[in-house]
């Protein structure tokens, strides 16, 4: 089998492994109740999978994707202005404990920078534009995430959150992966074995989001009984964010007067949210366990099942909208 082949069998059927990873890692978090010692392999997991991700954007692309200003501004206005409008209100629902609110609004402020491309390809919107523009996602919630918790914390921010982690995400989970996907890329345009090394890194996106999916499940499963009731008390508000926010994202889009699957693109960076980037930031947090990360991965299960509905319907969505301004 070729890696031609072998990369697009992973890429038709990696929402089925991403779900099996999840499966597959709470079944052995029952049964070995010690994976929260997993937790320490999240960070380089993490840098890894956002490395070979970084790598599938060639730098040519990324220069277009800047150049692109409408995509671009929608999806930073969608993220930016739009998206954390929305979490203003929700945390009128968010319980008063300043750990629980601060989890919540962790995952919810930070929009997703990986499998939401898988999701938003499957759905029909242009996850190529998506993918381009996923450096300056992550560079803007880096710089942004702590700018929007102290507006919506207030005096509680103060002493829950720490700008050691966001510098050590910049530098390890954006700097990092960005400047080694450039230079292999450039070794891959100069070389014969560069260009084996980067074929054989482009399979394995796949693989590292599950894998960082299946550590982060596994490392924090033991810990949701522990705070259940926390739980039940933030997944009400993700399923009222994940009914709004594409609807949001595309209302945006239309505003920016996007084609119809760039609107689905703004629409799926909407509601697809960045916990496996944040959680190591809500773990650092003092007193974090088990509270924080067990509020962070339920957001995680809320969402996996919501993008299941999001391909069905969102092209639809734009379908309708489509001829209805014709």
Known sequence: ??????????????????F????LAAVFAWLHPGTATLAPAIDPLLGFMLFVTFLQVPLMALRQALSNMRFLGAVLTANFVAVPLL????????????????????VLLAPCIDYVVTFAHVGRADARQ?????????????????VFLGLFLGDAAGGLVQREPFVHAFVWLIAVPLVLAGVCQAWAARANAGRSAVAVLG?????ATAAVLFVVVAAVTPQLGQALGAVRAVVPVYVV??????????????????????????????????????????MAIPGAVPLIPAVIVAQTLVELVSELVYVKLLPC??????????
Not at 20 to 23: D, E, I, L, R, S
Not at 203 to 207: K, T, W
Not at 253 to 280: E, Y
């Open 1 to 18: 089998m070729s890696i031609v082949n072998l990369r697009e069998i992973l890429e038709t059927r990696q929402i089925a492994i991403y």
């Open 20 to 23: 099996a990873a999840v499966v």
């Open 87 to 106: 979490v203003a209100a929700l945390r009128l629902w968010l319980p008063d404990d300043p750990l629980l609110r601060t989890g919540a609004l962790l």
């Open 130 to 146: 998506l993918l381009a523009s996923t450096p300056v996602l992550l560079a803007a919630q880096m710089l942004l995430l702590p």
């Open 203 to 207: 399979l394995l996106p796949v693989p």
């Open 241 to 282: 964010f994940a009914v709004i926010a594409p609807l949001l994202g595309w209302c945006v889009a239309r505003g920016w007067r996007l084609p119809a699957d760039q609107g689905r693109a703004i629409a799926f960076s909407s509601a697809t949210r960045n916990s496996l980037v944040v959680l190591p930031l809500g």
């Open 317 to 326: 969505l734009g379908r309708r909208l489509a001829l209805a301004e014709r």
